[in-house]
């Protein structure tokens, strides 16, 4: 569809179904603005008069499971209303551009994907391009504009959401829509691990792509078990808030790497390569001898990541009985696993910044004798914690976060049906 017929349908109301199912009523006429100003800045930068695609990704968030997946675990995560919005073309050379708001023009080479030669988010679309190719797809290239209101650094996965664009994008474009979602997830795990050289696991690229509640099971992580959950927590009468401390992730890399280094010593005690394959019984029977190979830490990670994947699934069970009383439940217990077995609530590299620690204190203390729930989210040590909140108590909540870690700190999520998609297919 060319730019003039994509901007008289957005203006003419064709595609606020689609936005009220992934943002909302009341913001339809933002997310209208939203992407016709990005229709319009693609047309600044690039050729506009051929055909252009609609695209969105969303952020994703963590509900437990926190540091599971990376050993073979289960995940509960979720897609929520933050996301990034491309506008995209195919071009006729072998290039990718891609102009995203606020940033400098990345330039990839399809005949080039030497990862020494690229940086930064350059450095993510080389390896998704040559992801899809090593897993048997077609890449080329293409122009796009993109913008995106998830926040970095704050545990939604915003460089998982621009992997997943980047990999949405060559699907739609190169692969006439046909590339699983869970696969599209582990090429742009491929282009983090091999590009980017961090160790992740899968879970925030299939959050961030799959939609809605998400139980994921990694037992078998080349083919992990996805299972949509249809549950509303807005109906419910909660609201999902995330609470930006404002902490510094530059020197986190090896806080981050010890987790899996820690868990894998522990497993690696039993002759196993992950913790899926071990006992909770296993692991307190050895604890005095483990302390001597792997130290303490790695054993209190290794019994938080073995309870972790029973609250996964009682929290599951939760959900499809529309048990909120339960779920939230193991909502506080993941959370205080995280703070007491995991220990990715603050840096030991600077004990006297826990900004997580006092969001977390202060958020219990809002709560004290009301329904609601909190936790760390994402991977912790600095950055955002999440809590589920009664609607009519997000005021007050939101005015103590805010209080204490400046204005906007506090934002309120919608956990939506999509994760990524083709906007202009769910045209109207």
Not at 327 to 342: C, D, I, T
Not at 398 to 404: G, H, I, K, T, Y
Request: overall charge negative; some cysteine.
């Amino acid at each position: 569809m060319r730019a003039e017929q994509l901007t008289r349908a957005i203006q003419d109301g064709h595609f606020d179904g689609i936005f009220t199912e992934l943002y909302g009523e009341e913001q339809i006429e933002r997310q209208r603005s939203r992407y016709l100003t990005c229709i319009e800045e693609f047309g600044r930068i690039y050729e506009k008069d051929r055909d252009l695609r609609l695209f969105s990704v969303s952020g994703r968030s963590e509900i437990s499971g926190n540091h599971t997946d990376h050993n073979n675990g289960k995940v509960l995560a979720a897609s929520i209303d933050l996301d990034i919005i491309a506008v995209a073309a195919r071009n006729d050379s072998n290039f990718v551009y891609v102009k995203s708001s606020g940033f400098q023009m990345d330039a990839v080479n399809l005949n080039d994907l030497n990862k020494r030669k690229y940086h930064k988010s350059a450095l993510m679309i080389a390896g998704v391009c040559e992801g899809f190719r090593r897993f048997g797809y077609q890449a080329g290239g293409f122009d796009a504009y993109t913008t995106s209101n998830v926040f970095k650094a704050s545990g939604l996965s915003s460089s998982a959401a621009f992997e997943d664009m980047i990999g949405t994008i060559q699907n739609y474009l190169y692969n006439e829509g046909q590339v699983d979602k869970v696969e599209i997830a582990k090429i742009a795990q491929y282009a983090e691990r091999e590009f980017y050289g961090k160790p992740c696991g899968l879970m925030d690229q299939v959050a961030c792509i799959y939609g809605g509640f998400v139980a994921i099971d990694f037992e078998n992580p080349a083919n992990p078990i996805v299972e949509p959950l249809s549950f509303a927590i807005e109906d419910a009468g909660y609201r999902l808030c995330i609470v930006n401390t404002g902490g510094n992730h530059s020197d986190l890399t090896d806080d981050y790497a010890d987790i899996p280094r820690e868990m894998r010593a522990v497993a690696g005690y039993f002759g196993k390569k992950s913790l899926r394959e071990v006992t909770l019984a296993q692991v307190v029977q050895a604890a005095g001898a483990l302390r001597t190979r792997t130290g303490d830490r790695a054993i209190l990670r290794a019994m938080h990541y073995l309870q972790e994947n029973e609250r996964v699934e009682a929290q599951k069970q939760a959900l499809k009985e529309g048990d909120v009383a339960t779920f939230l439940k193991k909502v506080n217990e993941s959370g205080r696993s995280s703070f007491q077995y995991l220990q990715n609530i603050y840096t030991n590299k600077n004990v006297h910044e826990q900004g997580l620690s006092l969001a977390l204190v202060l958020a219990e203390t809002a709560l004290a004798g009301k329904e609601g729930a909190c936790r760390v989210h994402g991977g912790g040590f600095a950055g955002t914690i999440q809590a589920f909140v009664k609607e009519e108590d997000v005021p007050a909540f939101s005015q103590v976060m805010e209080d204490c870690f400046g204005e906007g700190a506090c934002v309120c999520l919608k956990i939506r049906p999509y994760g990524g998609l083709c906007v202009d297919e769910k045209m109207a």
